[in-house]
């Protein structure tokens, strides 16, 4: 469907780039697409280089859309690799008629579907990968999906149900451990609680999502991403929920953790506890001197490296 839309947030983004990436990332510009999912438009970012023999969807978590992370995917893209960067249901250029009721599921249903469609339309090797919480998420569709995906790597593997990851992701306590306990009980009793929307920076510790403190303010203001509003039946449907598979279940693609050794929010050893359940092979790979939005470098340099090396493998 045709929609004239201005993405200009991405370039408040680009220029946290080391300058020579930033030149390289900003020559692909994000072209605008449509996908009607469910009764909600939802916005992909997408850059079709010529004769890309694999693709990537890039999957952001709860602080971020498509233009937080175009950076990251120019940057594949200017690999030679056909990337696509959806706005989920809340977030970004989407539209959804009733933004109170989108809950975790939601998101987990979503990036499911959007997997099947894009694999009906084109056979070519599709890899997931999941920034932040979009981390999860991946590993959740590649284990409900294991023929579909060619591999999820995420930068992020938190496990809800992990009273230290909560602890460290949570900005005050009733959103870590506490409000594991508390808060679903007080949705059940109380529904209008649920539909709640309030600003996702009392929720989350953005003021960590990046080691340079210019692009975490950034990332807490962006109306698209951090600076929005999140309902707390999405909270508490994240805090209740069990991956799609267990890890001792695990049969799909072999899971990379490409972890930012610098990550100040969500520390490499919580994401690698998750991983080292997770049953068959997996692959750990620190990202030097990267914090939990890996703009720096070396770590970003890697983290492209290892989706090229992925997608060469797959294909």
Known sequence: MARQIVV???????????ADLRT???????????????????????SRPPGATARVL????????????????????????????????????????????????????????????????????????????????????????PDQVAGPL?????????????????RIRWSGPLGARLLPPLAAAVPAVDRLRVPIRWLANLAAISNDPGLAALCARDPAGGGGRVPLGFLRTWLASAPAV????????????????DDRWTPEELSRRSLERVAGPTRLVPLTGAGH???ETPGLRQLIAEVSRLAGAVT
Do not use: K
Request: charged letters at 20%; a negative charge.
């Open 8 to 18: 200009g947030v991405p370039d408040d983004y680009l220029r946290f780039l080391p």
């Open 293 to 295: 939005y890996p703009i």
């Open 24 to 46: 390289v990332a900003a020559a692909i510009d994000p072209e605008p697409t449509w996908w009607c999912w469910r009764d909600a438009e939802l916005h992909v970012a997408r």
């Open 154 to 170: 995420v930068t992020c593997l938190l496990d809800p149900r992990d009273p230290a990851a909560l602890a460290r992701i949570g």
């Open 58 to 145: 890039v999957v952001h978590g709860a602080g971020g859309w498509s233009g937080a992370l175009w950076p990251v995917a120019a940057l594949i893209a200017a690999a030679g690799i056909e990337v696509m960067a959806p706005d989920l249901p809340g977030y970004g250029h989407s539209r959804v008629p009733d933004p109170a009721g989108v809950r975790y599921p939601d998101w987990v249903d979503c990036v499911a579907d959007l997997v099947r469609h894009e694999r009906a339309a084109d056979d070519r090797p599709l890899i997931l990968l999941g920034a932040s919480l979009g981390g999860l998420l991946c590993y959740d569709v590649a284990g409900r999906l």
């Open 246 to 261: 267990e890890p001792a279940r695990y049969a799909g693609p072999p899971p990379v953790l490409a972890h930012p050794a």
